[in-house]
């Protein structure tokens, strides 16, 4: 038996980070995900040294030309060119979407944990909560919150942050009730360990897998969502270059230009790809189903 | 279906058997035969290979696994060589198993009757055949009410009759060669005797060639006609069963024949500690528990122990045995302060304090806390995954005793020492270790804190035989050195036997009987008692064939009048005076809550007779 | 099991009250005055004023919230800020235009996605499922508009077989509607068969790997019978609560779709209350969705009973 319990697949890496890491090198799949995400990050940093032109510079005269080689993707309505929004045009959605998917999923992840260790009464009204948030479409929720309080881009971090977070909390705790009654947590309990410590020692290590996978998953809803809420006009204000908000200007010369309205699908489209993927990679490698579980 | 049947009509034929998975080899060259009408046990520990030939008889390889040498034949069909619609006509009509765990092996969305029909169909029977022969099948194997139960689904029914319907879903078929996979682990042993009862009679009435796979000597013994000893895939020794168990011919078989702990005759392997464990005067006295009960809701009848009482004295191992569901494991954690009792006392009796154990660990004092310490049953899952084995040992270390640097270092050495584990296999992870060394951490880890008492909750069950008696012996060492006492918890007898001082018999959240080890093997006994020593099966062909025929037990009042159980409630009037025997069942019921004292702390709970049609 | 519907109903109202009131305090009770954020900084007093009267606004909030929960119970949503119109009847008509396209959806979407999910999960690591598994991959990770906008540019402007965009108000009869509601649908159902397929894969996967259905096939039962009784029931019940949430999301895609092909259902009804900041008729739309989450979840829970046994009760469950 000594022999086969040794090559068990995947034998576990110690500590939270390790594991995050062995996970990434194992899959090939999460490697060449997350190198398309790097290349758009760098991308979205090093935009304006990519292009000679200015990605809110607009010449009338240049409106709405086809594919040249002085602009590769052609220009919109107001001449702009649309290779260089392009390329300005993850920032915005970059940032929102890294801010609030790191802050929805390390608050969610804490309470997850917490509510599944402490159970109880604080469980119930925790769940309930989830429960009445999650009842809402995040864009519904969206749309809300930005009537109630502007479309400033702090504000949609937060309403993105708090739509993400009861769904966070009802994956990371149902995999961490996996976790709770296993024998080790008890033994932490028998020695009367504080409830802090069990979560730090005990649960987040062995929920580090699921909150990987759910911090890749979120970022590509929040990807999405962000690009959404800027194509209907309550993200990224005029004339800020934003993907959805450029698929929302362009579309209308869909028959003219049908390249100022594709460029930027193409750039959203391979960014969430790139998330998914890494998504997927990282559930494969380590035996988590990412689908059979609820809380979008 | 009718054949003629002779002894010597060999229906399994394995020859030369290999099977690789990648590139390790998991069966090599391994043959047998078995003739109709008889009976080969596939023995061995875990990773020995025997699942996975006896599933080659059925043509199926785990994904990944393949054939690299010789030819298995059913029925003088060669499985290897058949076709898709060859290999199904196989397994529905030559060949049929009876799976391990008949609760995850039957489908949950299907009634059961509907499930052995369909195994019908397979076969070639027509509709009203079919229903009519699932009635009969489900007679057969002694289900309850066989014209109805089909119409219930897996999850109505008890751990033991999920595994009758099993049965009968692979002999309704009448298949010529029958393969029982582990058929009864997971069940209790009373259970157990019952299910190897009706398979000893069914395989002898339909004159199957059976192969059994197990790792439980008593069950090979009840069972097989032949055996084959199997050990990492290669089969070091073949015996007709009686030889084999009398006198084992290689140095593997009587190693683990060796480790097989037993009830009765035999005496434990370190006999000189057990006379001078009788005569040993009593320790001081520990842990006092009092009219303990014990529930998981508000109500009386979620009551896991119903009223508790015992003690524990310094350097005594007490064993609390009972089947699944008796609250042996609730009492045993709420002792450890993790589910606090409803009523009754606890307590921990040299405490500086009130030594209060009713409360939970958190609210304990420190140094109540490490004096009780808990090790568990699974050592798969009691140990953090993802943090190497050492930090199990330091975490108490720094916690109970405030341990740090070249200190903390030099204790942890002596714990692995101590549990006798190489101090170098403490930087492993879990995974890298095997499952004694687990369980060896595991009690590095109870130990750390210094305990006076150590509550075992099963530490064995999961770990193959000869890891057993290691694990054991190394718990009857350790209780000599540091002056331990031990609530030792089990669900089976020859394990506790071998190293129990007194033993606490519960059940129902009740405990029926107390009493000094030998006293209670040997002596008048509760009828529950009585009922779960004679379930044990020994390894010895004889003695385990005798447990499992049908009318073994014996009537309750025949063992009554034969001065051999006690407790009987002095004033109950014998019910059964005058009814007439015939199909009457006499059984015992549990008579409240006194005891009836047998001396030398032998005590035995009252009970009453009831009689069931 | 009456119980187990009661305390499941049960559940669905708390659920639906707890997320009208989150609403309600998103958009009522946060800091500032409601009327002057709705008419801007630059309103005179008295317009102001008049909206506070028109809103309730001197009132405590939660005597507010107890009026309007009062008002819904009966139907009665308020009036709406931008048309004067009752929002009840608006909401009606536009409910109307929307279940057209979204009852398409989900029985198209659920249908196809089922299918290719059970086949995905039988095909595993073959090609039906490296096909099927990219496509879903795709499809998950472009958002609703993209997906409408590219079927505009197929559907509309290269072939033009149906409208890009839809010029009938939201009264038109459902004849005039029928033209226009293929495209939305059809987006729709992309973007929810993409996450319907994965699970159901999942799930088959799952199942098949299962200790009954091995032992089903050992029996000598048939590759068909085997995947339809034994594995597929119990495939789709994991699933059920999952589709079940994607299904009630779908309010969210419906939205962003509508607005591309300007469809005149909620989601436009929607966008232009947020234009307007018309608080009624987004209030009520909210509570609509979180109707529409509640009742999704029950159906799941009555078809889960459907297919679990255990959950039909009648008998004990062992431990």
Redesign the interface.
């Known amino acids: 038996?000594?022999?086969?319990?040794?090559?068990?697949a995947g034998?576990?890496?110690?500590?939270?980070l390790r594991?995050v890491w062995a996970g990434i090198r194992s899959s090939r799949a999460a490697t060449i995900g997350l190198a398309i995400v790097a290349l758009h990050v760098l991308v979205a940093i090093a935009a304006p040294l990519l292009t000679s032109y200015a990605p809110t510079q607009s010449v009338p005269a240049e409106a709405l030309a086809g594919v040249s080689w002085d602009h590769l993707a052609g220009t919109d309505q107001y001449g702009r060119d649309v290779l260089t929004r392009v390329l300005h045009g993850g920032r915005f959605a970059l940032v929102v979407c890294a801010l609030s998917t790191v802050a929805a999923v390390g608050l969610g992840t804490v309470v997850g944990c917490f509510v599944a260790l402490r159970g109880g009464w604080a469980d119930n009204v925790v769940m309930?909560?989830v429960?009445?948030?999650?009842?809402?479409?995040?864009?519904?929720?969206l749309?809300?919150?930005?009537?109630?309080?502007g479309t400033g881009t702090w504000v949609v971090v937060a309403a993105i942050t708090i739509v993400y977070v009861p769904g966070v909390v009802r994956v990371v705790r149902a995999a961490a009730q996996s976790v709770v009654p296993?024998?080790?947590v008890?033994?932490?309990?028998?020695?009367?360990?504080?409830r802090w410590s069990i979560l730090r020692?005990?649960l987040l290590?062995?929920v580090?897998d699921v909150v990987a996978v759910e911090l890749a998953m979120r970022a590509?809803w929040a990807a999405?969502l962000v690009?959404?809420l800027s194509?209907?006009g309550?993200g990224a204000n005029p004339p800020t270059p934003d993907w959805?908000l450029m698929?929302?200007e362009n579309?209308t010369a869909?028959?003219v230009v049908?390249m100022a309205?594709l460029a930027p699908?193409v750039a959203?489209?391979t960014f969430?790809?790139g998330?998914?993927?890494a998504a997927?990679g990282l559930a494969k490698a380590w035996g988590i189903?990412?689908?059979?579980?609820?809380?979008? | 279906m009718e054949r003629s049947m002779r002894a010597d009509d060999v229906l399994v034929r394995v020859d030369d058997l290999s099977v690789a998975y990648g590139d390790?080899t998991v069966v090599d060259q391994v043959s047998f035969e078995v003739p109709a009408g008889s009976t080969t046990a596939l023995v061995g520990?875990?990773?020995s290979g025997k699942t996975t030939v006896a599933r080659t008889l059925l043509g199926h390889l785990r994904a990944g696994a393949r054939l690299t040498s010789g030819r298995v034949s059913v029925g003088g069909r060669d499985v290897f060589g058949l076709d898709r619609a060859g290999l199904r006509r196989l397994r529905s009509t030559t060949v049929a198993m009876v799976p391990q765990n008949a609760g995850h092996a039957l489908t949950p969305s299907m009634r059961v009757g509907r499930q052995v029909e369909e195994a019908l169909l397979a076969a070639g029977a027509d509709r009203a055949a079919a229903r009519e022969r699932t009635v009969e099948t489900f007679a057969q194997v002694s289900l309850p009410d066989p014209d109805r139960i089909g119409r219930r689904y897996p999850h109505q029914l008890s751990g033991g009759q999920q595994q009758r319907v099993a049965i009968a879903l692979a002999v309704a078929v009448r298949p010529k060669v029958l393969v029982l996979d582990e058929p009864t682990t997971g069940l209790d042993v009373i259970t157990q005797r019952a299910i190897l009862g009706l398979l000893r009679e069914l395989t002898l009435r339909l004159g199957t060639a059976t192969v059994m796979v197990s790792h439980d000597f008593g069950v090979v013994a009840a069972l097989a006609d032949h055996a084959t000893v199997l050990r990492a895939g290669r089969a070091v020794e073949s015996a007709p069963a009686k030889q084999l168990f009398q006198e084992p011919g290689d140095e593997y078989t009587r190693e683990l024949l060796g480790a097989v702990p037993r009830i009765g005759g035999a005496v434990s392997r370190n006999g000189a500690d057990q006379s001078q464990r009788g005569e040993s005067p009593r320790g001081e006295s520990l842990l006092r528990v009092q009219d303990v009960r014990i529930g998981y809701g508000h109500r009386e009848r979620d009551l896991a122990v119903r009223g508790a009482s015992f003690e524990l004295r310094r350097g005594e191992v007490v064993a609390l045995v009972g089947e699944s569901g008796s609250g042996k494991s609730t009492l045993a954690w709420s002792l450890?302060?993790?589910h606090g009792p409803r009523d009754g006392s606890m307590r921990y009796l040299p405490a500086t304090g009130d030594g209060d154990l009713a409360q939970a660990?958190?609210r304990?004092p420190?140094e109540l806390?490490r004096r009780i310490?808990?090790v568990?049953?699974?050592a798969d899952?009691?140990?953090?995954?993802?943090?190497?084995v050492a930090e199990?040992v330091r975490?108490?270390l720094r916690?109970?005793r405030g341990l740090r640097g070249s200190e903390l270092a030099a204790r942890e050495a002596e714990l692995a020492r101590d549990v006798r584990l190489e101090p170098e296999l403490l930087r492993r992870?879990p995974?890298?270790?095997?499952?004694g060394q687990r369980q060896r951490v595991g009690i590095a880890?109870a130990l750390a804190?210094s305990p006076a008492v150590m509550v075992a909750d099963e530490i064995t069950t999961a770990l193959?035989v000869s890891v057993q008696a290691s694990i054991l012996d190394l718990l009857e060492q350790l209780r000599g050195e540091h002056d331990l006492a031990c609530l030792f918890i089990s669900h089976d007898l020859g394990v506790v036997k071998r190293i129990a001082d007194r033993l606490l018999v519960m059940h129902g959240g009740v405990v029926v009987e107390e009493g000094p080890a030998d006293a209670v093997f040997d002596g008048p006994n509760h009828p529950y008692t009585r009922e779960l020593i004679e379930a044990t099966l020994e390894p010895d062909p004889e003695l385990a064939r005798a447990s499992v025929r049908p009318e073994a037990g014996g009537d309750i009042r025949e063992s009554l009048s034969a001065g051999r159980l006690t407790g009987l409630r002095h004033d109950a009037t014998d019910p059964g005076v005058g009814a007439s025997t015939g199909a009457v069942v006499w059984r015992w019921r549990d008579a409240g809550p006194e005891m009836v004292e047998l001396g030398d702390g032998h005590r035995v709970r009252q009970w009453e007779l009831t009689s069931e049609r | 099991m009456t119980l187990f519907v009661a305390r499941r109903l049960g559940?669905m109202v708390?659920?639906?009250v707890?997320?009208s009131?989150?609403?309600f305090v998103?958009?009522q009770a946060?800091p500032g005055d409601v009327a002057t954020?709705i008419l801007g900084r630059d309103a005179t007093p008295e317009a102001v004023q008049v909206l506070r009267d028109q809103l309730g606004l001197d009132q405590p909030a939660w005597r507010r919230y107890l009026e309007w929960v009062g008002g819904a119970i009966q139907g009665d949503f308020g009036t709406s800020l931008a048309s004067g119109e009752a929002v009840g009847s608006e909401l009606a008509l536009h409910l109307r235009n929307t279940l057209l396209i979204a009852v398409l959806a989900i029985a198209g979407g659920l249908l196809f996605s089922l299918v290719l999910g059970v086949v995905a999960g039988l095909y595993r690591d073959r090609w039906p499922d490296h096909l099927i598994s990219g496509a879903s991959?795709?499809g998950?990770?472009?958002?609703?508009?993209?997906v409408a906008?590219?079927l505009?540019?197929l559907f509309s402007?290269t072939i033009p077989v149906f409208p890009a965009v839809v010029l009938d108000d939201a009264d038109a009869t459902v004849g005039q509607l029928l033209p226009a509601i293929w495209l939305p649908a059809l987006a729709l159902s992309i973007a929810l068969a993409a996450?319907v397929v994965?699970?159901m894969?999942?799930?088959v996967i799952?199942v098949m790997a299962s200790e009954y259905v091995q032992t089903a096939r050992l029996r000598g039962l048939g590759t068909g019978r085997v995947v339809l009784r034994h594995a597929l029931p119990n495939a789709v019940l994991?699933?059920l609560?999952?589709i079940a949430?994607?299904v009630?999301?779908l309010?969210?895609?419906v939205?962003?779709v509508e607005?591309?092909f300007n469809y005149p259902g909620i989601g436009t009804l929607?966008?232009d209350?947020?234009y307007d900041?018309d608080?009624p008729v987004?209030q009520a739309?909210?509570v609509l969705?979180?109707v529409v989450?509640?009742l999704c979840n029950l159906a799941a829970d009555v078809a889960a009973m459907g297919l679990n046994p255990r959950l039909r009760a009648g008998g004990r469950s062992t431990a």
């Open positions: 038996m000594t022999g086969s319990e040794l090559t068990v034998t576990p890496a110690q500590g939270t594991t309930r909560l429960d009445s948030v999650l009842a809402v479409p995040a864009i519904l929720a749309l809300v919150v930005v009537t109630a309080l296993l024998e080790y008890t033994a932490a309990r028998a020695r009367g360990e504080r020692r005990e290590p062995n580090a590509s999405l690009s959404s194509f209907l309550f959805g698929v929302a579309r869909l028959t049908p309205t699908i959203l489209a969430v790809v998330l998914n993927l997927d189903d990412r689908f059979r579980r609820d809380g979008r | 390790t520990e875990s990773g450890a302060g993790l660990a958190r304990r420190l806390r310490q808990l568990f049953q699974n899952t009691s140990l953090n995954p993802r943090r190497v199990a975490r108490p916690l109970f992870l995974m890298q270790l095997s499952g880890r804190g193959d | 559940a708390l659920t639906v707890l997320a009131l989150l609403v998103a958009l946060l954020q991959l795709v998950m990770s472009v958002p609703e508009f993209v906008t590219v505009v540019l402007v996450y994965r699970m894969r999942a799930s799952d994991p699933t609560n999952v949430l994607n009630a999301w309010v969210g895609g939205v962003v607005t591309v929607m966008i209350a947020v900041r608080l987004l739309i909210a969705s979180a989450y509640a």
